[in-house]
């Protein structure tokens, strides 16, 4: 963290904005100020639709056209009244004195242009100099970032790169030209922990480099409290509190705050009959394989991965296993092996004592009614077609058609109040609903089959952090009340420690360490575990 700097940078007074929608009209933003200092990092915290990056892209003036700002408000940056400045003179101001890096690099970058052409532009907007010049200074800016290999990078498109370089090379577009004020929309939010760590020190280090004002919009606590100098945190378009970082951690005021540092994953997983040394399911040896294709269409070379190397794992009825890593290490895979979604190479898979490594279809429907799955992104895991009895109800109708439609229906009711969710929605679409709701309706649709067993493939990451918790504590009642076993995927380590009682670290399709969860976090023995818990839980290094 920067220490306190007293030369304002930027003044933001009476900030409202409006948003002219079909049926009337959204108040996003209502009535804000605040400041930045010189070399400072103001974080902007805040639950979706709390406001927090619609005043970011109004300070860049980047609203969309159905949006109307209020007549009170007024902007100054490095004491000049920027506030009726045109789109043409804003241009001149962003990418060169104000930057803005977002959440998702890969909609933000030009997928038709390779990474060196989209970095030579922004450096030749803003200065006079021509290409070679501003190829080299490019390809010095990918090295700035610590990209690997940036000679080859600056050739190849976003596609082409992992989501952490890819936000390597946004933050290299923001920094080009040495700005005073880089605005971080969510830069972490879709990355792993390591990567994350990675991506927050290089910008702390830039930030020292180069006297830069960082203005981070995150709804993660923790990095937060080890990022920034001061905070806003903002609900419901207004800010409710701000104050020292430190200060407002230690001492909150108000009860929504109060209420977002309570929501952190903590505490421990609820006990479960250790004694018991049956498996509901397991997995011996297990290897899945996969075939890429790469060259093109003439000369075409193939090459083999193995996601999952040789692996064993095992559940209790009753207990809760935790798979982390990162990205690719093939966590997922493993996950959907073991309830026959991917086919395994070699090994062997057991549920209830049952070998079904070589189910077929008719014995898998029958199983299905055993075992479920829970997905990352319940938008795109929901039939946008149908209600959300149709959803919830369609398990019913291909494994029990012994019911009655009035049977059906009751069981349906039933399962929703279960996930806290009222039968007035029954006929409603995916689309109508919250995120956090519509992984109740996911979770409502795994569970109506009372199922003994549930696959959780992230099934938090996406969710603000209030929402995170109510859904922890749903899977801990459910689990309770049902006797459940869960297997839970996750990169998120807090959530590992308060839900698992076992867990395993998986790296390039290999279990590196497993143990029972609270060792494995709070004695790591392998250096890759060590680095994830320290990514997880100090976010960056000094």
Not at 168 to 173: C, D, E, G, S
Not at 431 to 448: D, L, M, P, T, Y
Not at 512 to 522: F, H, P, Q, R, Y
Request: with cysteine; aromatic share 6%.
């Amino acid at each position: 963290m920067q220490s306190q700097n007293n030369q304002k940078l930027l003044d933001l007074k009476n900030a409202e904005v409006k948003f002219s929608v079909e049926g009337g009209v959204v108040n996003a933003v209502n009535d804000i100020s605040f400041d930045i200092m010189k070399g400072e990092t103001l974080a902007v915290v805040g639950e979706s639709g709390s406001g927090k990056s619609v005043t970011a892209r109004t300070i860049m003036k980047m609203l969309p056209k159905n949006s109307s700002i209020g007549s009170n408000f007024k902007i100054e940056f490095k004491d000049v009244d920027i506030t009726n400045l045109t789109q043409e003179q804003m241009r001149q101001i962003r990418g060169d004195t104000i930057t803005m890096i977002f959440q998702e690099p890969l909609t933000s970058l030009n997928p038709l242009h390779r990474i060196g052409s989209q970095l030579i532009e922004v450096l030749r907007e803003h200065n006079k100099i021509d290409k070679i010049v501003a190829k080299e200074r490019a390809l010095e800016l990918l090295k700035e970032v610590q990209i690997p290999q940036p000679e080859e990078r600056l050739n190849q498109y976003p596609h082409q790169l992992s989501g952490g370089q890819r936000q390597r090379v946004m933050i290299a577009m923001a920094i080009a030209n040495r700005p005073d004020l880089l605005i971080a929309d969510e830069p972490t939010t879709a990355l792993d922990v390591t990567i994350q760590s990675q991506i927050l020190k290089l910008l702390k280090d830039l930030q020292k480099k180069y006297g830069m004002a960082i203005m981070l919009i995150t709804h993660d606590l923790t990095v937060v409290r080890k990022t920034s100098d001061r905070i806003c945190v903002m609900r419901y378009g207004k800010i409710v509190e701000r104050g020292i970082t430190e200060d407002v951690f230690n001492n909150p005021q108000h009860e929504y705050t109060k209420h977002l540092i309570n929501s952190e994953p903590s505490g421990e997983p609820d006990p479960y009959d250790a004694s018991n040394k049956d498996y509901i399911i397991q997995g011996q040896q297990c290897t899945v394989k996969f075939t890429l294709k790469k060259g093109n269409f003439f000369n075409q070379k193939k090459t083999e991965l193995i996601a999952v190397n040789n692996v064993d794992i095992k559940a209790r009825y009753g207990e809760t296993i935790g798979i982390v890593g990162e990205s690719g290490s093939g966590k997922s895979t493993l996950g959907m092996s073991l309830i026959k979604l991917q086919d395994i190479n070699s090994g062997k898979i057991f549920f209830k004592d049952e070998e079904i490594q070589d189910y077929n279809t008719k014995q898998l429907k029958d199983l299905r009614e055993h075992m479920q799955i829970v997905f990352q992104d319940p938008f795109s895991s929901l039939n946008p077609r149908h209600t959300i009895k149709q959803i919830i109800g369609e398990g019913l109708e291909i494994n029990r058609k012994d019911l009655s439609k009035k049977e059906k229906d009751d069981l349906i009711k039933k399962t929703l109040n279960e996930v806290n969710l009222d039968e007035a929605v029954l006929h409603r679409f995916p689309h109508e609903f919250s995120g956090g709701q519509r992984q109740r309706i996911a979770i409502a649709r795994a569970i109506i089959l009372n199922p003994e067993f549930i696959l959780l493939d992230e099934p938090t990451s996406a969710l603000d952090l209030s929402i995170q918790a109510q859904i922890i504590d749903l899977l801990r009642s459910l689990r309770r009340n049902h006797n459940l076993s869960y297997i839970f995927i996750s990169h998120n380590l807090k959530v590992i420690r308060s839900l698992c009682h076992y867990t395993l670290v998986m790296k390039d399709g290999k279990v590196i360490e497993e143990g029972i969860t609270k060792n494995v976090l709070d004695n790591p023995v392998n250096d890759y575990t060590k680095q994830l818990v320290q990514s997880a839980f100090e976010v960056i290094g000094e």
